[in-house]
């Protein structure tokens, strides 16, 4: 079964509003990871939260990670036309040599 | 530092045939992932190789294979082609920490294969 899915599918805002997305996930995880991919290209890695942490922030990012709930939301402040891309939310299940986990991704439009 | 490299961008093959991937991880890399891409499906974890040995394979079937040779570098051969092996396939390399916990992937711009 998919470990993690995010929501919604497709989200389209206006450049300078937040985006914020959503990741859920069904088992005991040791880190949940945030990656973007451009159209025709590979993915580039954002931000890593460790299962013991509760929210971490890189520039105009910032995640939080709700274990009760096995959940975690990335948003994305102040947004540019350039962070228009997918984003997708990957976990590996508790444990050691555990593969990582894709969600299907998350469609985002910035509009200028 | 360079990045995570793919050949052959492009590849286009008929039915039955045979596909050899090739990737080169970021120096100083040990661990080599294979995801597939297709339409509509996200991505889905096809195998993992550390200091050449197999980790972790996806639900894939025997027909995908894969090695990693001593200089980390690693194929990806997918043999009796189906249409529906047509996809994006994405190669990525990380660091393999002591506990064998999953770090940073970093990828490639992948392989787009068409089978016809």
């Known amino acids: 079964s998919q470990q993690g899915e995010e929501d919604p599918q497709a989200l389209s805002i206006q450049e300078g509003e937040n985006a914020t997305m959503n990741c859920s996930y069904k088992?005991?995880?040791?880190?949940l990871q945030w990656y973007r991919q451009n159209s025709g290209r590979g993915l580039v890695h954002l931000i890593l939260?460790?299962?013991?942490?509760r929210e971490k922030h890189s520039g105009r990012l910032r995640v939080t990670l709700d274990t009760s709930k096995k959940s975690s939301s990335l948003l994305i402040t102040a947004s540019r036309a350039a962070d228009t891309a997918s984003y997708f939310c990957?976990?590996?299940?508790?444990?050691?040599?555990?593969?990582?986990?894709f969600g299907k991704g998350i469609t985002l439009s910035v509009r200028p | 530092e360079a990045g995570v490299t793919q050949s052959p961008t492009h590849l286009i093959k008929t039915r039955g045939q045979q596909a050899t991937l090739r990737c080169s991880p970021i120096?100083?890399?040990?661990?080599v992932y294979w995801y597939q891409q297709a339409l509509g499906l996200g991505l889905q974890f096809l195998l993992w190789?550390?200091?050449?040995?197999?980790?972790n394979r996806g639900n894939f079937p025997p027909r995908f294979s894969g090695r990693q040779f001593p200089n980390y570098s690693s194929e990806l051969n997918v043999n009796a082609l189906e249409l529906e092996d047509s996809a994006l396939y994405l190669c990525?390399?990380?660091?393999?920490?002591?506990?064998?916990?999953?770090?940073?992937?970093?990828f490639g711009d992948g392989t787009r294969l068409s089978i016809l």
């Open positions: 990525a390399s990380s660091l393999l920490s002591g506990t064998g916990i999953n770090q940073p992937q970093h």
């Open positions: 088992t005991s995880i040791n880190n």
């Open positions: 939260i460790r299962s013991n942490e």
């Open positions: 990957a976990t590996d299940r508790a444990g050691a040599n555990s593969k990582l986990t």
């Open positions: 120096s100083g890399h040990t661990s």
């Open positions: 190789y550390d200091e050449g040995e197999e980790r």
